[in-house]
């Protein structure tokens, strides 16, 4: 295959990212369709990126036989099913972030692309940051020594209108808050460069916004020999958004954003460095590489640098750290299948009854 067909559902905040990154393809990819169930955004979308087509149903886009690759740029609780309906219609499907709200439905999404012998990934644009590329590599060379101790913040600010949109600030559909939808990626980071923690300890509050979900967390990682500690946020009224990844190692450090590592040894202040200028800067901005990546592994027949099993991996630390917040109990993982928030049917219980005992509470 030289070309791919692209369809775009859901033209809302972040499709215009999608829309871009594909038309930078040239030859490589051609924007065909795009569907909204709003009419009007649909059109002007469609007008804007001169895409062809364009329709209120996501079937519109599933049956065309022009179409390979299609982007769901979709609210969170609909990412399963019309990931699955895609699939089953022979398209090879990136998913924003997260990959879904319950492991239930991540695993039917994997099952689905297996199935149908079908690519399926989901959007971790900061993995292709050439400063997460080279924090990646200095602690493959192990240059900081072991990482006793990390920390990762992502005090950030939304305002209230941001969840006048409907399917936000709920968890049928948002599947949770600040943890699930903002620091997904900073514990996406956290696993990319540190692996699984092997267990959880979580609080979740809702400090500033009149919304069902968290908009605060505090937790603690562990891993064996290194605990980090976590916070996730839309309630923090800073002068911009922040955020912070710090990993301590035996020999020296790892900051970031921006990215700062250092050592006091000379000798591995050195290498340090060697290992910073062996990774070249990302000319183009993470959706756009990470994008490109995708239609390169379907044109290429070879998995994408981001698997559906990676979208998985931070949603069972996701999953994990609400079921700690929801029982006040320590969660080991891996998480079983008949863990409490394992189905989005569990999850959304254990989500109600901790709300109820909250609002006894207050
Ligand atoms: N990677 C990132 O940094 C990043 C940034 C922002 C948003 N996102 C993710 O992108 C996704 C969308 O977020 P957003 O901020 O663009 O939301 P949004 O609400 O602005 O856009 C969602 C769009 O989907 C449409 N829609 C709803 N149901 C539909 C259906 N059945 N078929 C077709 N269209 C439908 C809505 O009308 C809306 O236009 C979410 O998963 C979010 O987490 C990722």
């Known amino acids: 295959?030289?070309?791919?067909?692209?369809?775009?559902?859901?033209?809302?905040?972040?499709?215009?990212?999608?829309?871009?990154?594909?038309?930078?393809?040239?030859?490589?990819?051609?924007?065909?369709?795009?569907?909204?169930?709003?009419?009007?955004?649909?059109?002007?979308?469609?007008?804007?990126?001169?895409?062809?087509?364009?329709?209120?149903?996501?079937?519109?886009?599933?049956?065309?036989?022009?179409?390979?690759?299609?982007?769901?740029?979709?609210?969170?609780?609909?990412?399963?099913?019309?990931?699955?309906?895609?699939?089953?219609?022979?398209?090879?499907?990136?998913?924003?972030?997260?990959?879904?709200?319950?492991?239930?439905?991540?695993?039917?999404?994997?099952?689905?692309?297996?199935?149908?012998?079908?690519?399926?990934?989901?959007?971790?644009?900061?993995?292709?940051?050439?400063?997460?590329?080279?924090?990646?590599?200095?602690?493959?060379?192990?240059?900081?020594?072991?990482?006793f101790y990390a920390e990762a913040s992502c005090l950030w600010w939304r305002r209230p209108m941001y969840y006048e949109n409907t399917w936000r600030g709920k968890w049928a559909t948002e599947g949770g808050g600040a943890v699930i939808n903002q620091a997904v990626h900073h514990l996406d980071l956290l696993i990319y460069l540190l692996g699984m923690p092997q267990r959880v300890y979580a609080e979740i509050d809702t400090v500033a916004h009149q919304i069902e979900v968290e908009d605060w967390c505090l937790a603690t990682l562990y891993w064996d020999g290194l605990k980090t500690s976590f916070c996730a946020s839309t309630c923090a009224e800073l002068e911009t958004d922040s955020s912070r990844l710090l990993i301590l190692g035996a020999h020296g450090s790892l900051q970031m954003f921006p990215f700062r590592p250092h050592s006091r040894h000379e000798e591995?202040?050195?290498?340090?460095?060697?290992?910073?200028?062996?990774?070249?800067?990302?000319?183009?901005?993470?959706?756009?590489?990470?994008?490109?990546?995708?239609?390169?592994?379907?044109?290429?027949?070879?998995?994408?640098?981001?698997?559906?099993?990676e979208g998985r991996r931070a949603l069972e630390l996701i999953t994990a750290i609400y079921q700690s917040a929801f029982t006040h109990e320590v969660v080991h993982l891996p998480l079983a299948t008949d863990s409490p928030c394992y189905t989005t049917a569990g999850k959304l219980e254990m989500a109600r009854r901790y709300t109820a005992s909250r609002a006894k509470r207050s």
């Not at 993995?127 to 020594?145: K, P």
């Not at 591995?268 to 200028?277: D, K, N, P, T, Y």
């Open 1 to 147: 295959m030289e070309t791919v067909g692209v369809g775009i559902i859901g033209a809302g905040g972040i499709a215009a990212a999608h829309a871009k990154a594909y038309q930078m393809l040239g030859a490589k990819a051609h924007l065909i369709g795009v569907a909204d169930i709003d009419e009007d955004r649909a059109r002007a979308f469609a007008r804007r990126y001169e895409i062809p087509v364009w329709s209120t149903e996501d079937e519109d886009i599933l049956k065309r036989d022009d179409i390979q690759v299609v982007s769901l740029c979709l609210p969170h609780h609909l990412h399963a099913p019309v990931a699955i309906a895609a699939l089953q219609a022979g398209k090879h499907v990136l998913v924003e972030k997260p990959l879904a709200i319950s492991l239930e439905e991540a695993d039917a999404m994997i099952r689905a692309a297996q199935k149908a012998k079908r690519r399926l990934s989901v959007v971790f644009q900061l993995r292709f940051e050439s400063d997460v590329q080279r924090a990646r590599l200095i602690l493959e060379r192990g240059l900081i020594g072991a990482p």
């Open 268 to 309: 591995r202040h050195l290498q340090i460095g060697e290992a910073c200028r062996a990774i070249p800067e990302q000319e183009t901005p993470g959706h756009t590489a990470e994008i490109h990546d995708f239609v390169h592994s379907v044109l290429e027949n070879r998995e994408p640098r981001v698997s559906a099993t």
